[in-house]
């Protein structure tokens, strides 16, 4: 059986792009820029997004674009007679299932969420009610369990029905529709009271913050940022990678 490859140079862009935008770029990025010195910190993670995370990137794309197959496969094809990277492979295949068994259980929740909100059990809700109903949420294993399962269900969905038809299409359709949602609000955030003093702690080069800190965690926290940022160390680009020709 001949395996399928990704339609256009845009279904690859978005789908590794899908990968890697998610609750570390989103909702982490702006709280830990401005906890380790706001712009200050955003120059060790542009660095070290240049240094280490793009080579690394291209590296995992050609792997799975000069074999063709999945991680642990890949290694068993590209490796030199006695060479042992294919063991890397299965801490790939490890990562990537203990990465899917982190964001089908979130994934439920945002569905749980979304079924409330589209209910009408949040009009008028403070935020105490809100962080209430998490909790909530959290104390019920069989609510979380059944979104989950729901979660899995459409994914399986979607994959059956193929690589073109099924994964590209509906990436390119949720994508675009994020960086929508993503720029109605950031425009409305910035029209918030107190927008302006989020703005300075997020963005405003402040060493002194970053040296109490300490530079070491700095540096720390902007590497693990800069790998989160890419989906690097798992595999994951080997994989979208070994969906282009050659």
């Not at 890697?20 to 010195?37: L, M, R, S």
């Not at 009009?123 to 959290?138: I, N, Q």
Request: glycine residues 14%.
């Amino acid at each position: 059986m001949q395996r399928e490859k990704l339609g256009s140079r845009l279904g690859f862009i978005l789908l590794s792009a899908g990968c890697a935008i998610g609750i570390g770029n989103v909702w982490k990025f702006p709280y830990i820029t401005g906890q380790y010195g706001g712009g200050a910190f955003v120059l060790f993670y542009i660095f070290f997004l240049v240094v280490l995370g793009l080579p690394i990137m291209t590296m995992e794309f050609s792997v799975g674009r000069a074999s063709q197959k999945s991680p642990v496969r890949a290694y068993h094809a590209l490796e030199r007679p006695g060479q042992k990277w294919h063991l890397h492979g299965y801490v790939a295949m490890a990562g990537n299932y203990g990465l899917m068994m982190f964001y089908t259980t979130v994934a439920g929740w945002m569905l749980h969420y979304f079924y409330l909100m589209a209910s009408g059990q949040f009009v008028g809700a403070d935020t105490e009610k809100v962080a209430g109903t998490f909790v909530d949420m959290l104390s019920k294993p069989f609510v979380m369990a059944g979104w989950m399962i729901l979660v899995v269900i459409l994914g399986f969905g979607i994959c059956s029905v193929g690589l073109q038809n099924g994964l590209e299409r509906i990436t390119k359709v949720m994508m675009l529709a994020l960086l929508f949602i993503m720029i109605i609000l950031a425009v409305n955030s910035i029209t918030l009271n107190g927008a302006a003093d989020g703005l300075s702690f997020y963005l405003k080069p402040d060493f002194n913050r970053m040296a109490k800190i300490g530079i070491g965690k700095t540096i720390v926290a902007a590497m693990n940022q800069a790998f989160f940022t890419l989906s690097l160390g798992i595999g994951a680009m080997a994989i979208f990678g070994s969906y282009i020709g050659k």
